[in-house]
Antibody
Framework: EIRLLESGGGLVQPGGSLRLSCAASGFSFNTYAMSWVRQTPGKGLEWVSTINNPGSSTDYADSVKGRFTISRDNSKNTVFLQMNSLRPEDTALYYC????????????WGRGTLVTVSS | QSALTQPASVSGSPGQSITISCTGT?????????VFWYQQHPGKAPKLMIYEVSNRPSGVPDRFSGSKSGNTASLTISGLQTEDEADYYC??????????FGGGTTLTVL
């Protein structure tokens, strides 16, 4: 069974930092791209970032470029999202998602970790 | 990148068919056959229902089907069941090497 378990969310002040982690199991982790997708409370989904399977290539949404960094440790089946210079508009539920045969879609999702940016 | 455009809500009765539209541009939906649909029940993670316009992952009922014409994609659910009541999101790959989602559509099964 494929499982994705996010952690690291919490309450942080504007301008602060958080590091999210996603522990994966049940599949060959180093074969698939991994992504983060966020959902604002009561609103829709927003793709945040993707990293390819070896970890050599990354992509970011314009809204987080220069502030967020995605990385992965294939030896530990874990993907990370380092979030710096956080803004109130970054408040959301952050999902970790496994890429399908192409990175452009997400065939398994975690349950999410909530990030709240507020003073 | 602007979000894809979906109707805020649709409704139907059990057994009926409904279609949810998703409109983009030539830079996303119109440019690639990389359109995807996700179902999300309240308090749950999204679930992939359709990939690459019209393909169903294993386990998704054949009542769900997808199509595309020009810059607009569609999800059709036939033989509506009460458990189909959920939010539905479309997404597409874009020319900027990003993924964009629609705003979501709430399906109510009356």
């Amino acid at each position: 069974e494929i499982r994705l378990l996010e952690s690291g969310g919490g309450l942080v002040q504007p301008g602060g930092s958080l590091r999210l982690s996603c522990a994966a199991s049940g599949f060959s982790f180093n074969t698939y791209a991994m992504s983060w997708v966020r959902q604002t409370p009561g609103k829709g989904l927003e793709w945040v970032s993707t990293i390819n399977n070896p970890g050599s290539s990354t992509d970011y949404a314009d809204s987080v470029k220069g502030r967020f960094t995605i990385s992965r440790d294939n030896s530990k089946n874990t993907v990370f999202l380092q979030m710096n210079s956080l803004r109130p508009e970054d408040t959301a539920l952050y999902y970790c998602a496994k890429g399908g045969a192409r990175w452009t879609y997400f065939d398994y999702w975690g349950r999410g970790t909530l990030v709240t940016v507020s003073s | 990148q602007s979000a894809l455009t979906q109707p805020a809500s649709v409704s139907g009765s059990p057994g009926q068919s409904i279609t949810i539209s998703c409109t983009g541009t030539s830079s996303d939906i119109g440019g690639y056959d990389f359109v995807f649909w996700y179902q999300q029940h309240p308090g749950k993670a999204p679930k992939l229902m359709i990939y690459e316009v019209s393909n169903r992952p294993s386990g998704v009922p054949d009542r769900f089907s997808g199509s595309k014409s020009g810059n607009t994609a569609s999800l059709t659910i036939s033989g509506l069941q009460t458990e189909d009541e959920a939010d539905y999101y479309c997404s597409s790959y874009t020319t900027r090497d990003t993924v964009v989602f629609g705003g979501g559509t709430t399906l109510t099964v009356l």
